[in-house]
């Protein structure tokens, strides 16, 4: 099993952490990931020593035991550079010590403003979430489009994570099963909209952008 936990790292369930689920899993430090770097980035995690092995010979170039220019595979460049490392060895810290439990506060407080009024995010029992983003259902298309309008109105950064699903991204349309109309990933899509979710977002701040969806509705 491969874990994607790009936007789950910090999460957990019933104590473990996500990146320990996966017989092999990877993360991101994009700079809008929980932990984000100052540009690219990523880890890859893994329990196993041969695993360990292949993976850090792929990301340098499929690299051999005998070092530098004993490529014994086709890999590929995937080191983080140490300026990386650097930004995220604090930030890591950061993020334990404190930021998470911050990002738990704001999540908390858009629930309660928003509960009953749009579809709030669930969290299964057990779990604890990363809040990599907080995504709301608005009732339709048309309703969540004008929130967004008038957030950008009152200059409120929002985003929608995803405009497309993914069986209707171009790159899939050779596939046979591309035509199908996967009606609640196309209705999801249609209605999601995600609001400014960071652990350095105060509650005066937050209640201005709670107030601005409130208005909108
Ligand atoms: C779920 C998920 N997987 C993978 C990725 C890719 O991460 P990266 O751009 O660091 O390769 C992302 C980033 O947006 C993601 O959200």
Redesign the pocket.
């Known amino acids: 099993m491969i874990e994607?936990a790009?936007?789950g790292f910090g999460a957990s369930y019933q104590g473990r952490r996500a990146c320990s689920f996966g017989q092999i899993a990877a993360t991101?430090?994009?700079p809008a990931?929980p932990l984000g770097c100052y540009g690219?980035g990523?880890a890859v995690f893994v329990d196993d020593s041969g695993m360990e092995a292949l993976v850090r010979s792929l990301c340098v170039h499929g690299q051999g035991p005998g070092g530098k220019y004993d490529n014994v595979r086709v890999g590929i460049n995937s080191r983080l550079d140490a300026i990386q490392a650097a930004v995220l060895l604090p930030k890591l810290k950061a993020l334990e010590d404190y930021e998470l439990d911050a990002r738990q506060a704001v999540a908390e407080r858009y629930r309660a403003a928003f509960a009953g009024k749009l579809v709030t995010p669930a969290v299964t029992a057990g779990g604890v979430s990363a809040w990599a983003q907080y995504a709301l259902l608005a009732e339709n298309g048309e309703r969540r489009d004008r929130i967004l309008g008038h957030l950008r109105e009152r200059g409120i950064p929002c985003m929608v994570y995803y405009p497309k699903p993914q069986h209707a991204l171009p790159v899939f349309q050779g596939l046979p099963r591309y035509g199908e109309t996967y009606q609640n990933a196309m209705d999801y899509c249609a209605r999601t909209f995600s609001l400014p979710m960071h652990p350095y977002l105060g509650e005066a701040e937050q209640k201005e952008v709670i107030a601005a969806v409130l208005e909108a509705l």
Do not use: I, L, R, V
């Open positions: 994607d790009a936007q991101s430090f994009f990931k690219d990523g």
